[in-house]
């Protein structure tokens, strides 16, 4: 059965103050790895997709990396505005897409 | 705006009682997702529509709940007797075939 987990459970950084979100999965056969950053009261808003090891993405701030196991999201010089919850998911040979619990990030000023 | 909308926003009911969501997809998108979501977790599948076909649904959806997309447009979500595990948001994703959904901003329901 396709799991994902995701660390730490809530973090709070200082603004400026780099660091890195953690996704692991287990899934069957990897058809993506999805980053959605939600905010509260609100659907999920898509990030980044990962297909395969070694692929990266990046917008603004946010960096996603891909490995056989696990993804990272990388938060570079964080602003308050990127406060939300960042949620990772994968996709197998169907169309279930499982997600992660999220990690809650808080950029304080 | 031509992004995923959903109705009603909030919904307050009793238990027993039958209420019924609505997605309106991208135009585009062929595809369409249901998702419930609790606090504090991550969305969690419930079933998927390629145009109106219902290709997919979760193990975990009561016989209670049920979906339907009419001409592959707009998608309904009925829950049946409805009980206080049933409160949650649930949402709507659409894509096309790159499977990048596009969240609705969901409907959060509470059963009384």
């Known amino acids: 059965e396709d799991q994902v987990t995701q660390s730490p459970e809530a973090l709070r950084l200082q603004e400026g103050e780099s660091s890195s979100l953690n996704c692991s999965y287990t899934v069957s056969g990897l058809r993506g790895l999805f980053w959605y950053r939600q905010d509260p009261g609100k659907g999920p808003e898509f990030l980044f997709t990962?297909?395969?090891a070694g692929e990266e993405k990046e917008k603004e701030r946010l960096k996603a990396t891909l490995t056989k196991k696990e993804s990272f999201l990388h938060i570079t010089a964080p602003k308050p505005e990127d406060s939300a919850t960042y949620l990772c998911?994968?996709?197998?040979?169907?169309?279930?897409?499982?997600f992660g619990p999220g990690t809650r990030l808080s950029v304080l000023p | 705006d031509t992004g995923v909308s959903q109705n009603p926003r909030h919904k307050i009911t009793k238990r027993g009682q039958n209420v019924t969501f609505r997605c309106d997809p991208i135009?585009?998108?062929?595809?369409l997702y249901w998702y419930r979501q609790t606090l504090g977790q991550g969305p969690e599948f419930l079933t998927y529509?390629?145009?109106?076909?219902?290709?997919?649904k979760s193990r975990l959806l009561s016989d209670r709940f049920s979906a339907e997309r009419p001409k592959g447009s707009f998608s309904t979500l009925e829950i049946q007797r409805t009980e206080q595990g049933d409160s949650a948001m649930y949402l709507c994703a659409s894509s096309t075939e790159g499977y990048e959904q596009y969240f609705g901003p969901g409907t959060r329901l509470t059963v009384t």
């Open positions: 135009s585009e998108h062929n595809r």
């Open positions: 529509f390629q145009n109106e076909a219902q290709l997919e």
């Open positions: 998911a994968v996709r197998d040979y169907g169309q279930n897409f499982v």
């Open positions: 990962l297909y395969s």
